[in-house]
Nanobody, 125 residues
Framework: QVQLVESGGGLVQVGGSLRLSCTAF????????MGWFRQRPGKEREYVSA????????TYADSVKGRFTMSRDNVKNIMYLQMTKLKRDDTAVYYC??????????????????WGQGTKVPVSS
């Protein structure tokens, strides 16, 4: 099993940048594909991005492509989401998640097995 703890959330202005971190406790994070999902106010949880176990492959939702970048450090058991050019629509609770599947970059909630508690990112104008 693995426990996931997000950090780095907080108020940011439109156009600004923020980096979220996700620290994995328990089994080494290199055993898992990792992802970020978010839940915007009044909306269902949605896929943001995913990264393969080695970190060589990343995929992104169209809404964040070109603005968000995922990376991971399997030695430190930390995953990152660098967010730039933030928009009001990016306001959400962001969740870190881990998958035991061999699929390189899972994109659906049912493909993930472990979830963090979430970190809030309000984007203000």
């Amino acid at each position: 099993q693995v426990q996931l703890v997000e950090s780095g959330g907080g108020l940011v202005q439109v156009g600004g940048s923020l980096r979220l971190s996700c620290t994995a406790f328990g089994r080494p994070s290199g055993n898992y594909a990792m992802g970020w999902f978010r839940q915007r106010p009044g909306k269902e949880r949605e896929y943001v991005s995913a990264i393969s176990r080695t970190g060589k492959e990343q995929t992104y939702a169209d809404s964040v492509k070109g603005r968000f970048t995922m990376s991971r450090d399997n030695v430190k058991n930390i995953m990152y989401l660098q967010m730039t050019k933030l928009k009001r629509d990016d306001t959400a609770v962001y969740y870190c998640t881990a998958s035991t599947l061999t699929t390189h970059t899972p994109a659906y909630t049912y493909e993930y097995h472990y979830w963090g508690q979430g970190t809030k990112v309000p984007v203000s104008s």
